[in-house]
C-alpha cells in the first residue's frame, strides 16, 4: 500500500479561510450530553396542527390528548430538521429547504426509505415511522424518523469527561470501524440497488458536482476550471462498490457515554450505491490534526486535534487492513472531498443571494467558497508536481 504523504500535509497558500462559521452553526451538543434545539427559526416553522393530526392517523403510539412541542436542530445547512414531542413520545421530522433546489437533491422519499431497508441491516441509522408526500400538509413532502440519543462530538469534549490519549484513540478506532461495518453491508441483500448506478459512479460524481456549480455560479474564480479539468483527466479506478454515505464525520455520529462506540449515524440525505473510497476521502477531508496548518484548525474546528486522535495515515492503514481495499489513490478523493464541499456551500449561498432563505449564517458562504476552491487547486499543484 503506497499513501501519498506530500497531500496528507499541505502547507496552506491561502491568507484568509472563512471557514468558521461552517462548523459554528452546527450548534449540535457543544459540551451537553443531550442535542441542543432551538425555537423555530424565522420563515421556517410550518403548520403544527395538521402535522399533529397526520402523525395520529399513520403512526402507531403517538398520544392523542397531549398537546405537541415543535423545536428545531439549529445543526447543519441543508435539509431543515425538527424535534417533535407529545408528552413523552419522540420523533425527529426532515423536510427539504426553502427556495430552489438542485434537481434530485433533498428527495424526502427516497432518503427515507433508504433508512428503512438500511435500519434492519445496519441498525445505527434511525427507524423512518412515516413518508408523507402529500404537499397539502405543509408545503412540501417529509418524513418522520426516531430519535436516537448520545453524545455529539464536535469542538469539544462533554464537561466531566476524563480526556485522555487513550479515550481518543478509541474514539478514532470507532469512527474508523464504523465505516467499515458499513462498506460491508450487501447493499443487494439489503434492496438497495435501485439507490444508485455503481457503473461509471465516480466520473458521474465528478461531471455533476462541476454541472452544480456552474448552475449556481455567481461570480468568477478562476481556479475552479483548472481543478475541474485535473478531477476529470485523473479519474481513478474504484475499488468495489458499497453503500457510501456520503457525508461520514465525527459529528454526523452519535457516540455511547462512555465514548466507546457509535450509538448511531445521522445525515443520510446524500447516501448512495458507488465507490467506497468516495466516502474515505470525505472523512478524512474532516479529519484535523494537531500539526495541520493554524487556518485548517481555526476553520474546521474539531476534537481530533486532541492528542490521542489517529494520523490519517494511521485511519487508512486501518481501514485498508480491514477492507482488504487498494487505497493508493486516496490522494485524489481527498481533492475531491474539498471540491465537492465547496459546490455545496456554493448551491447554499445562491439560495441565500438570490433571497430565497433569509438565514444570515450564509451571507459569508462565498468567501468560503472560494477559499476552498483555491486549496482544491494547491492539491493539484502538489501532485502534478
Request: with cysteine.
Amino acid at each position: 500500500m503506497t499513501i501519498n504523504r506530500r497531500y496528507l500535509k499541505v502547507e496552506w497558500k491561502s491568507s484568509k479561510l472563512g471557514f468558521d462559521e461552517i462548523e459554528s452553526t452546527r450548534g449540535r451538543m457543544s459540551g451537553t450530553l443531550l442535542e441542543e434545539t432551538i425555537a423555530v427559526r424565522r420563515g421556517e416553522d410550518f403548520d403544527r396542527e395538521a402535522v399533529r393530526r397526520y402523525l395520529l392517523e399513520h403512526v402507531e403510539g403517538v398520544p392523542a390528548d397531549l398537546p405537541m412541542e415543535v423545536r428545531q436542530f439549529p445543526s447543519g445547512a441543508s435539509n431543515l430538521t425538527y424535534l417533535i414531542r407529545i408528552g413523552d413520545w419522540e420523533a425527529v421530522m426532515r423536510r427539504p429547504p426553502f427556495g430552489p433546489l438542485p434537481p434530485k437533491a433533498h428527495d424526502m422519499k427516497r432518503e427515507s426509505q433508504l433508512l428503512m431497508r438500511l435500519h434492519p441491516v445496519f441498525p445505527l441509522v434511525p427507524k423512518p415511522y412515516v413518508f408523507c408526500e402529500d404537499e397539502s400538509v405543509i408545503g412540501a413532502p417529509f418524513y418522520v424518523m426516531e430519535r436516537k440519543k448520545g453524545v455529539v462530538l464536535d469542538r469539544q469534549f462533554p464537561p466531566g469527561v476524563a480526556v485522555n490519549e487513550a479515550v481518543c484513540r478509541q474514539i478514532s478506532y470507532a469512527v474508523v470501524d464504523t465505516l467499515v461495518q458499513l462498506h460491508q453491508v450487501d447493499y443487494r441483500e439489503a434492496g438497495l440497488e435501485e439507490f444508485g448506478r455503481p457503473e461509471g459512479f465516480l466520473e458521474r460524481q465528478v461531471r455533476g458536482w462541476i454541472g452544480r456549480y456552474e448552475r449556481v455560479r455567481t461570480e468568477e474564480i478562476p481556479v475552479v476550471d483548472r481543478v475541474s479539468r485535473w478531477l476529470l483527466d485523473h479519474l481513478p479506478v474504484s475499488q468495489g462498490t458499497t453503500i457510501v454515505h456520503n457525508d461520514f464525520k465525527l459529528n454526523n455520529m452519535l457516540m455511547s457515554q462512555d465514548l466507546s462506540q457509535v450509538v448511531a449515524v445521522l445525515d443520510w440525505e446524500m447516501a448512495t450505491i458507488g465507490d467506497p473510497l468516495f466516502d474515505l476521502g470525505v472523512t478524512l477531508g474532516y479529519w484535523v490534526l494537531a500539526d495541520d496548518p493554524e487556518l485548517l484548525k481555526r476553520g474546521l474546528p474539531t476534537i481530533t486535534t486532541t492528542p490521542g486522535f489517529i494520523r490519517r495515515e494511521e485511519f487508512i492503514e486501518r481501514y485498508a487492513q480491514k477492507t482488504g481495499r487498494d487505497v493508493s489513490n486516496i490522494d485524489y478523493y481527498l481533492t475531491f472531498a474539498h471540491f465537492k464541499l465547496a459546490v455545496v456551500l456554493q448551491q447554499i449561498y445562491y439560495r441565500w443571494k438570490i433571497g430565497k432563505t433569509q438565514d444570515e449564517r450564509f451571507a459569508s458562504f462565498g468567501e468560503m467558497v472560494r477559499n476552498l476552491m483555491m486549496y482544491a487547486a494547491e492539491l493539484v499543484e502538489r501532485q502534478s508536481g
